[in-house]
């Protein structure tokens, strides 16, 4: 059995999109064992507390700088023993110490096709107000390792989805989600635990 951990912060969509996979089959081989998150107002949190799943909620702010608060995320995240680490819409920069103890057990979803609307500062509806900006016909979600840059580790799966006329940002987020996140990041779980792809990536 695969120990996985989720991380979060927000609505935990993504979060439930695994616990439903685990359920009905489609992820085999692996648990979670916890749900770290960085937001007591999270309804990521009742979705782990529904499904029985141990969470744990510190913010930055309970501690007196980040130094303090990224050694006690770090060593929560240990105290689970993962063999997978997955960002499933966590909001907090992943200390260094964190991404190279677990480079190459950790994987984070990102709502478009990467190298598109990615790295700093895109996260949330920043990045479908940006598609809609420029003008893409076609955007998407990005399954990839996380390393040390922002989203900049080695793609697992990307899945495109359809940009249409009147789309505003909330719309284009929901269908990238629904198309896109909530199939390919259960997959990429699956595909691990069963060895499909090698922790490295290859
Ligand atoms: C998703 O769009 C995810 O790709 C991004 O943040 C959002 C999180 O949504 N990183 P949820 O908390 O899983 O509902």
């Not at 609307?117 to 809609?132: D, N, Q, R, S």
């Amino acid at each position: 059995m695969l120990r996985v951990v989720v991380l979060v912060s927000g609505g935990g969509t993504n979060l439930q999109a695994m616990i439903d996979a685990i359920k009905d089959g489609r992820i085999t081989n692996a648990e979670i064992v916890g749900v770290f998150c960085n937001n007591r107002g999270a309804y990521a949190l009742e979705r782990a507390r529904a499904a029985g799943i141990d969470s744990c909620c510190i913010s930055p702010r309970d501690y007196k700088d980040r130094q303090d608060f990224n050694e006690a995320f770090l060593n929560r995240i240990d105290e689970w023993k993962p063999d997978l680490v997955v960002l499933a819409g966590f909001l907090v920069i992943i200390p260094p110490k964190m991404a190279k103890r677990y480079a190459g057990r950790m994987i984070n979803i990102h709502p478009s096709l990467i190298p598109s609307f990615c790295g700093t500062g895109y996260y949330g509806l920043k990045v479908h107000e940006e598609a809609l900006k420029r003008g893409v016909k076609i955007t998407g979600a990005t399954v990839h390792f996380v390393d040390e840059g922002t989203d900049t580790g080695r793609i697992i799966y990307q899945k495109a989805v359809e940009v249409k006329n009147g789309d505003t940002p909330e719309i284009l987020q929901r269908r990238v989600m629904e198309q896109a996140e909530w199939i390919i990041l259960p997959k990429a779980v699956n595909d691990i635990a069963n060895g499909l792809i090698s922790f490295n990536g290859e």
